[in-house]
């Protein structure tokens, strides 16, 4: 959706799916960068890859490890909460004060309606999305202050995507039925959704969360 809007895309993922990344990218005409969005090095080499500056920098990586927390060891809940959120905070940081995101640019980070909301078996999970939450209501201010960057983020509900299809059928059910809807949401309307925090009419938008969740009970 940004390719369509003109953007000039640099897409991310983890090197082992490299070919499939690549493929993605040539089809879009983007630039494919594969990365541990967990290493050290993460922002400098987002930043050697975008060296005229960064206009809009979107975080999606999201991984689960759904247990209840009485049963949730710590090689379940440290990747999580690494990944979803730690991730966020580090490389936004070191983007900002590098001067890698350009002033007048957008952030959008990728919450979820179970940050709002919480949900069963997903403690982890949906601790890591209410700090995405946290962060982005904080941030904002200051971004926009130090930096002319505004700070947002999307928070998706039950989202049709191959990370969820691997969830027991009756969950993914009851998130459709709990849609008003009655249907999961796509990828696209997500997707939509950050390119309207990209778009120069949002301007005025910043430090705040926007479900994309077709009025879902959860959270309500």
Not at 29 to 50: N, S, Y
Request: glycine residues 10%.
């Amino acid at each position: 959706v940004l390719a369509r809007d003109g953007a000039r895309v640099i897409a991310l993922d983890v090197p082992g799916v490299r070919e499939e990344l690549e493929r993605t990218a040539a089809r879009l005409g983007a630039t494919p960068l594969p990365l541990d969005i967990t290493a050290p090095d993460a922002a400098d080499r987002i930043a050697a890859a975008a060296p005229d500056g960064l206009g809009v920098l979107v975080h999606n990586a999201g991984i689960t490890r759904d247990r209840r927390l009485a049963n949730m060891p710590a090689e379940r809940w440290t990747p999580v909460i690494d990944v979803n959120l730690d991730s966020v905070l580090r490389t936004t940081d070191e983007l900002l004060k590098g001067g890698a995101v350009t002033r007048g640019g957008r952030i959008v980070a990728t919450a979820s309606i179970a940050g709002i909301a919480g949900n069963t078996g997903q403690t982890n999970y949906a601790a890591s999305k209410a700090g995405i939450i946290g962060l982005v209501r904080s941030l904002g201010p200051r971004a926009a202050a130090d930096h002319g960057v505004t700070v947002n983020a999307v928070a998706p509900g039950f989202i049709e995507t191959r990370m969820t299809a691997a969830v027991p059928f009756f969950i993914r059910e009851a998130g459709r039925r709990m849609n008003s809807l009655s249907q999961g949401g796509l990828p696209v309307d997500v997707a939509e959704a950050v390119a309207w925090f990209a778009q120069p009419d949002s301007t005025a938008v910043n430090g705040q969360v926007l479900r994309v969740c077709g009025q879902s009970l959860l959270g309500a």
